[in-house]
């Protein structure tokens, strides 16, 4: 079982920034992939960006330039840096986690709201 801690989601203004941090609870070296995704109400589940163990990134076309996903393999905990945030980025963000032999595993979700 692997449990996914979320943190780092709120309220900003548009243009500003936030960063969401997500810690695993085993070995971030038992996971393959690691990322974000985000729902807004009425949509799917859409990536927003991973990053595997090896350090390959892929970013959702919507992150791409203005979000910056990294990881601290001490801490076992993956970030997202999300800049020049705008109202359209509103969503529940999800943390997911591809396991080499434990399955794939979701967090709770943290709100993100930006008002215009």
């Known amino acids: 079982q692997v449990q996914l801690v979320e943190s780092g989601g709120g309220l900003v203004q548009a243009g500003g920034s936030l960063r969401l941090s997500c810690a695993a609870s085993?070995?971030?070296?038992?996971?393959?992939?690691m990322g974000w995704y985000r729902q807004a109400p009425g949509t799917r589940r859409e990536l927003v960006a991973h990053?595997?163990?090896?350090?390959?990134?892929t970013y959702g076309d919507s992150a791409k330039g203005r979000f910056t996903i990294s990881r601290d393999n001490a801490k076992n905990t993956v970030y997202l840096q999300m800049n020049s945030l705008k109202p359209e980025d509103t969503a529940v963000y999800y943390c997911?986690?591809?396991?080499?032999?434990?399955?794939?595993?979701w967090g709770q979700g943290t709100q993100v709201t930006v008002s215009s």
């Open positions: 990053i595997t163990s090896g350090g390959r990134i």
């Open positions: 085993v070995n971030i070296f038992s996971i393959n992939t």
């Open positions: 997911n986690a591809e396991t080499y032999a434990l399955g794939v595993y």
